[in-house]
T-cell receptor, first 114, second 115 residues
Framework: EADIYQTPRYLVIGTGKKITLECSQTMGHDKMYWYQQDPGMELHLIHY???????EKGDLSSESTVSRIRTEHFPLTLESARPSHTSQYLC?????????????FGEGSRLTVL | AQTVTQSQPEMSVQEAETVTLSCTYD???????LFWYKQPPSRQMILVIRQEAYKQQNATENRFSVNFQKAAKSFSLKISDSQLGDTAMYFC????????????FGQGTRLTINP
């Protein structure tokens, strides 16, 4: 079983608040990812990281930002949340090298902005 | 850019039946991975089965098997002897072998196994 953790699991906040979704993994994986899952369940990559101090935007434009100061930690921040940010956010990681290609996923953070 | 298409938004079968989920993809890459992931209701996404494009032999994991047709760019999942615990969203996904190694997902198929 993969050791990748997301907090909070559920968050309900008002418009304009700043929020940070936490993601941590204890597997020493270098690559980490954030996916946004819309109500129709489609998954879109919004950020990824190759390693410490490396972050890239994904295929879906997002107002969120990420940082990667430590290998095990990849937080996602929204400076001013809006109702359009309501979604589920999934964090994932991948071990170094090619390997099996498998991504390991956290349980997700479900964000509701009122 | 790669695209993955799952044409069956929902499927429903009786317990113990066999069900096949369809997936097609589009890529100009020659070396890549294909995956089926399972997302049970309110639970973690987990890998069901994977296939490397250079391998002609179809992957099998217990009750789960794939039909990989590289020329047709088709990658279907067969679940044999379906169980209630197989109820979940199933996502087909593509990853290039090199580079950023990002997973590109299909739209998902909601599978319900009925008792």
């Amino acid at each position: 079983e993969a050791d990748i953790y997301q907090t909070p699991r559920y968050l309900v906040i008002g418009t304009g608040k700043k929020i940070t979704l936490e993601c941590s993994q204890t597997m020493g994986h270098d690559k980490m990812y954030w996916y946004q899952q819309d109500p129709g369940m489609e998954l879109h990559l919004i950020h990824y990281s190759y390693g410490v101090n490396s972050t890239e935007k994904g295929d879906l434009s997002s107002e969120s930002t990420v940082s990667r100061i430590r290998t095990e930690h990849f937080p996602l921040t929204l400076e001013s949340a809006r109702p359009s940010h309501t979604s589920q956010y999934l964090c994932a990681s991948k071990k170094p090298g090619g390997g099996t290609g498998e991504l390991f996923f956290g349980e997700g953070s479900r964000l509701t902005v009122l | 850019a790669q695209t993955v298409t799952q044409s069956q938004p929902e499927m429903s079968v009786q317990e113990a039946e066999t069900v096949t989920l369809s997936c097609t993809y589009d890529t100009s890459e020659s070396n890549y991975y294909l995956f089926w992931y399972k997302q049970p209701p309110s639970r973690q996404m987990i890998l069901v089965i994977r296939q490397e494009a250079y391998k002609q032999q179809n992957a099998t994991e217990n009750r789960f098997s794939v039909n990989f047709q590289k020329a047709a760019k088709s990658f279907s999942l067969k679940i044999s002897d379906s169980q209630l615990g197989d109820t979940a969203m199933y996502f087909c996904a593509f990853m290039k072998h090199e580079g950023a190694q990002k997973l590109v997902f299909g739209q998902g198929t909601r599978l319900t196994i009925n008792p």
